[in-house]
């Protein structure tokens, strides 16, 4: 029993806490730093007005299937700051597409029936709808809601919220379901599913389980979750998987990833070691647009390959009592720029080096491109590791290993980082259990000394380095004990 506040998913790094279990005096820490990835949540009762505006718009959203020669139902809510209510409101919506040979109407307006009333909220949806383009592409959509203060025909009008859609064609040919779990916990979920063309692979971030590793934290992390278990579908379906309730859950997941579409047309994956020593290999995902505009020039910052990152891994089957699942080994590439605006027509090269270990070729790999802010994954794609002797092979041409290492090792002072063989300046951080970064370094080769200020505990660290070596990025992670 104690005291408990009410908490929503976040950073952490905006709420705070009053730590006394150091060997110092009290002091503030936050959230983040504590491996908690939520924000504390207060409610305040009363009237809340604004000073600088009347009209103040919250939120957006649509009804109706985002898919070319549909019709969308545009939505927002409105509240109204003022002592009055507002009459003759109208809500303008301008639209914004990157083709400016296809037809839209540059502007809406829709009338709003009634008054929007003092010191409430209203919400608005356009009645009449917004045809969709026939070709896909991506629309940008402004709001704003103007009006006139009953009484004294003030005019007034709100701020503009702007949202960028995807009116996409192509659909997902595969669908990607992570599971976050205690090992414990998993064959009761596994057991439940069973859908065609679903990927379903599992992370242990608990570093207490057997299977769990560094590259599971990261993934948890990245989600910004804070409790176990979770699963999400295709990046954007979320819900936390207890066995009683999983079946509805997962299937109401199901029906509605099976209406995603996407940019990304197709894709292919080779792999090879041409060129490369023994133990390493070459993967070459290439990505294809065929058919979507997306936005570039001005706009690029609404493109959405631009928006997005590209994963990687290797994943183990594995046997859960009497059912199998994939776990993450390894990951190949985490969280990457594809530093492509991918624009309709064009394709997208990602080329990686794996190191190849013995047992590998029962792994799995599994690649994807998602969208870093929404998390929705427009692409997923998963294969067989290829066996050893049935990969292309040349006369391998030595590449030099990379090093990365600390002395001393057990760290109790201030240690000595070195990094050497790559071919470029190399990018180091360094990461606590909970998947915490507590240092980093760019453009870092030779020597250079850490503090022992960097590790506020005793414990395990890893040192992740990346750079080039033979022209494809290559990843090295290092475990660390830290003594204090």
Not at 39 to 49: A, C, K, P, W
Not at 253 to 271: G, Y
Not at 354 to 373: A, M, P
């Amino acid at each position: 029993p104690g005291h408990y506040l009410s908490a929503s998913s976040g950073s952490g790094e905006h709420s705070f806490f009053v730590d006394s279990t150091g060997p110092i005096e009290s002091v503030w820490q936050s959230l983040a730093e504590a491996g908690f990835g939520c924000e504390l949540q207060f409610g305040v009762l009363g009237t809340f007005n604004l000073k600088s505006t009347s009209l103040q718009l919250l939120n957006s959203g649509f009804t109706g299937n985002l898919a070319p020669d549909e019709t969308m139902y545009p939505s927002v809510t409105v509240y109204n700051h003022s002592a009055n209510d507002i009459v003759n409101a109208n809500l303008k919506i301008a639209i914004t597409s990157p083709d400016t040979l296809v037809y839209f109407p540059p502007v809406v307006i829709h009338p709003i029936d009634g008054v929007i009333p003092s010191q409430d909220s209203l919400s608005i949806v356009l009645s009449s709808g917004i045809i969709l383009p026939s070709e896909p592409m991506q629309i940008k959509l402004s709001y704003t809601v103007l009006g006139t203060l009953d009484g004294s025909n003030t005019p007034v009008t709100s701020n503009v919220i702007s949202t960028s859609l995807g009116v996409y064609r192509d659909p997902l040919q595969e669908h990607l379901v992570e599971h976050f779990n205690r090992i414990d916990a998993y064959p009761n979920i596994v057991s439940l599913q069973g859908q065609p063309g679903y990927s379903n692979i599992v992370y242990f971030p608990s570093l207490a389980d057997a299977g769990s590793n560094i590259g599971s934290l990261e993934r948890y992390n990245w989600y910004k979750y804070n409790s176990l278990p979770q699963t999400v579908l295709d990046g954007f379906i979320g819900f936390n998987n207890f066995p009683e309730e999983y079946p509805e859950q997962f299937n109401l997941a199901c029906e509605l990833a099976n209406t995603e579409r996407s940019f990304v047309t197709n894709s292919t994956c080779v792999v090879d070691t041409v060129g490369l020593t023994d133990g390493n290999m070459r993967m070459v995902v290439k990505l294809f647009n065929n058919s979507t505009i997306l936005f570039s020039g001005d706009q690029i910052s609404l493109n959405a390959a631009k928006n997005s990152v590209f994963f990687a891994g290797l994943f183990k089957q594995t046997k859960f009592g009497l059912i199998d699942g994939f776990m993450l080994d390894r990951w190949i590439n985490y969280a990457e720029p594809i530093d492509s605006s991918l624009t309709k027509g064009t394709s997208k090269t990602i080329t990686s080096l794996i190191s190849h270990n013995e047992g590998d070729d029962t792994l799995r790999i599994v690649y994807w491109l998602q969208d870093k802010t929404s998390k929705r994954i427009y692409h997923v794609k998963s294969l067989a590791m290829p066996q050893t002797q049935n990969i292309p092979q040349d006369n391998p041409i030595p590449v030099p290993a990379p090093l990365v290492d600390v002395y001393p090792n057990p760290v109790s002072a201030n240690c000595v980082l070195k990094v050497k063989g790559y071919e470029n300046n190399t990018r180091v951080r360094i990461y606590n259990l909970r998947g915490q970064k507590v240092w980093e370094a760019d453009e870092l080769m030779g020597e250079i000394v850490v503090p022992q200020t960097v590790f506020p505990t005793s414990g395990i660290y890893f040192i992740r380095s990346e750079g080039v070596i033979s022209g494809n990025k290559v990843k090295q992670t290092k475990k660390i004990s830290v003594i204090k």
